[in-house]
């Protein structure tokens, strides 16, 4: 059993910045890959990165290639997701996500899921 506790999200300006935390229960978070979604008003949750057990691989979403970075602490049981360049369409709500996969895109693959953060982004 994992349990996953998102932080970080807020208001900020287009263009500016965020960094969102995923702080993880249990002794077996390293043997998980981890996920970010989000869910803007009315649409689906969609994936927006992921990273797999080691750190070694990280996938995105193409809309956010070279603006957000993924990235795990095993030592804090933590996952991170940092935002730059931030865009109003990036406003929705971020999940984060554990999967027993490597890495995975699809959100079906995860298991465990954290109640969300709300991320609002002004023009």
């Known amino acids: 059993q994992v349990q996953l506790v998102e932080s970080g999200g807020g208001l900020v300006q287009a263009g500016g910045s965020l960094r969102l935390s995923c702080a993880a229960s249990?002794?077996?978070?390293?043997?998980?890959?981890m996920g970010w979604f989000r869910q803007a008003p009315g649409k689906e949750r969609v994936f927006v990165a992921a990273?797999?057990?080691?750190?070694?691989?990280?996938n995105y979403v193409d809309s956010v290639k070279g603006r957000f970075t993924i990235s795990r602490d095993d030592a804090k049981n933590t996952v991170y997701l940092q935002m730059n360049s931030l865009k109003p369409e990036g406003t929705a709500v971020y999940y984060c996500a554990a999967t027993t996969s490597s890495i995975a895109t699809m959100a079906n693959a995860y298991k465990y899921w954290g109640q969300g953060t709300q991320v609002t982004v002004a023009s």
């Open positions: 249990g002794r077996t978070f390293g043997r998980y890959g």
């Open positions: 990273i797999n057990w080691s750190g070694s691989s990280t």
